[in-house]
C-alpha cells in the first residue's frame, strides 16, 4: 500500500515550523474560506446529548435532505463518511475488471484500485494541457471494456478543469452499451453550481454512480460527510458492504440542515467566483508562473522558472504558507503545484510572500 498524501496535513506543518495553527495559512486543502455556516456550533450543542446513543444505521433524514437536495428519491442516496470510505465502498461492491482513470487526479481512486489488486489504466491528459478534446474522448471509450469502471472527477482536482456534460453523458452511453460502469466524482460541482450536475442522471442510467461531498463546499472536512447517489439497486448492493454506523452523529445532525441553507450556497457561490479570477489573474503575472484557469476553487499552477515546488513549498512554510506539491499525482512532477482560493486578505499575502521570493 503506498503511502497517502494529501493536501490539509496542517499537524505535520505546526510541528515542522512550530507554531499554532491559527497562525497558518493554508492553501493546500480545498475548503470554502467562508468556513462552516453559521447554524453548524447551535446544531452540534442542540444535538450533544444524542451521543449517548448509535446512530440511525439507515441515516433516514440525512438521506431525504440529501435527495431534495440532489433531486433525486431517497432510495438513491447512500450517506458516507466521506468521498473516500465510498470511493472503497464502490470498488468493493463492482470488483470492476480494471479501472480507467484519467489523470492526474484524485489519487485515492488508483489507491483503492491497487488494494485490491485490480487492473490499472492511467490515461495521460497532461499532453493536451488537461483538455478534453475529441481525440481523448476516444482514447477513453477505447479502454472501455465489459466490467470496466471509469472514474473521472469533474471539476477535476488538481487540475481545476470542468468536462462538459454532453461529454459525461457520451462516456455514460458507452459504459451502458459495453456492459461497464462510470463513476463520477462531483466533490466540487457545489462551488460551480447544480446546473452543472450529473446526479438526476442515475435514476434512468444503472450503470452510473455520482459521489457528492459536503466537505470542500461547506468547509465541513472534520465530521466527514459524503453521498453516493445511484440506482436503487446499485445503492442496495453498496449499503450492505458499509459499516452500521459510519455517519456520525454530529454529521448526520449538521449535514441534513446546511443542505438547507440557501443563503450560504449563494454567498459561497458568488465569492467564490470573485476571489479565483482575482487568485488567477495575479498568478498569471508572474513570469516564472502558468496557472491554469480554474473552474473550482482551487489553481494548479505549472512552474516554467528554474526552481521547483518543493522548494517554493519550503519557503513559503518558513512564513506561515501552506501550499500543497503535486509530484505525488500521476504524470505531475515537482514544477508543479495547487493552491486554493481563499479570502482576499490571504489570496493577497501569498502573492506578496511569492513576490519575494520569485522574480515577477
Request: hydrophobic share 40%; charged share 30%.
Amino acid at each position: 500500500m503506498e503511502t497517502r498524501f494529501h493536501g490539509g496535513n496542517i499537524y505535520e506543518a505546526i510541528r515542522e515550523i512550530g507554531i499554532s495553527h491559527k497562525d497558518l495559512l493554508d492553501f493546500s486543502a480545498n475548503i470554502n474560506p467562508l468556513g462552516f455556516p453559521d447554524s453548524v456550533r447551535e446544531i452540534i450543542k442542540k444535538n450533544i446529548d444524542s451521543i449517548i446513543y448509535y446512530p440511525d444505521p439507515k441515516q433516514r433524514e440525512l438521506r431525504k435532505a440529501a435527495a431534495s437536495y440532489y433531486g433525486v428519491g431517497e432510495e438513491n442516496v447512500l450517506p458516507g463518511n466521506g468521498s473516500v470510505e465510498l470511493i472503497n465502498l464502490v470498488l468493493e461492491t463492482l470488483r470492476p475488471s480494471k479501472v480507467i482513470i484519467p489523470s492526474p487526479t484524485f489519487t485515492e481512486y488508483a489507491l483503492a484500485a491497487k488494494n485490491r489488486g485490480i487492473e490499472l489504466d492511467l490515461l495521460d491528459m497532461t499532453k493536451n494541457e488537461f483538455v478534453w478534446d475529441n481525440a481523448f474522448v476516444e482514447s477513453v471509450i477505447k479502454k472501455i471494456s465489459s466490467g470496466a469502471l471509469v472514474i473521472i472527477c469533474n471539476p477535476n482536482n488538481p487540475t481545476g478543469n470542468l468536462v462538459k456534460k454532453e461529454i459525461i453523458k457520451t462516456l455514460m452511453e458507452e459504459t451502458k452499451r459495453k456492459g461497464a460502469f462510470l463513476l463520477l466524482d462531483e466533490a466540487f460541482i457545489d462551488f460551480i453550481g447544480e446546473h452543472e450536475s450529473l446526479s438526476k442522471d442515475v435514476i434512468k442510467n444503472p450503470n452510473f454512480i455520482v459521489l457528492r461531498s459536503l466537505t470542500k463546499f461547506f468547509a465541513l472536512p472534520g465530521l466527514r460527510i459524503g453521498f453516493a447517489i445511484a440506482g436503487e439497486e446499485l445503492i442496495d448492493k453498496i449499503e450492505k458492504l458499509k459499516d452500521p454506523w459510519n455517519v456520525n452523529t454530529f454529521a448526520a445532525a449538521v449535514g441534513k440542515e446546511v443542505l438547507k441553507d440557501e443563503d450560504y450556497i449563494k454567498k459561497t457561490r458568488e465569492y467564490i467566483f470573485r476571489e479565483k479570477d482575482f487568485l488567477w489573474r495575479n498568478l498569471k503575472e508572474f513570469n516564472f508562473f502558468k496557472p491554469f484557469k480554474p473552474a473550482a476553487n482551487f489553481i494548479l499552477v505549472k512552474i516554467t522558472g528554474n526552481f521547483k515546488a518543493s522548494f517554493l513549498a519550503r519557503e513559503l512554510l518558513k512564513k506561515g504558507i501552506l501550499i500543497r506539491t503535486c509530484s505525488d499525482f500521476a504524470f505531475l512532477d515537482d514544477t508543479y503545484f495547487r493552491v486554493a482560493v481563499k479570502d482576499r486578505r490571504a489570496n493577497e499575502i501569498l502573492i506578496r510572500a511569492l513576490s519575494e521570493k520569485v522574480d515577477k
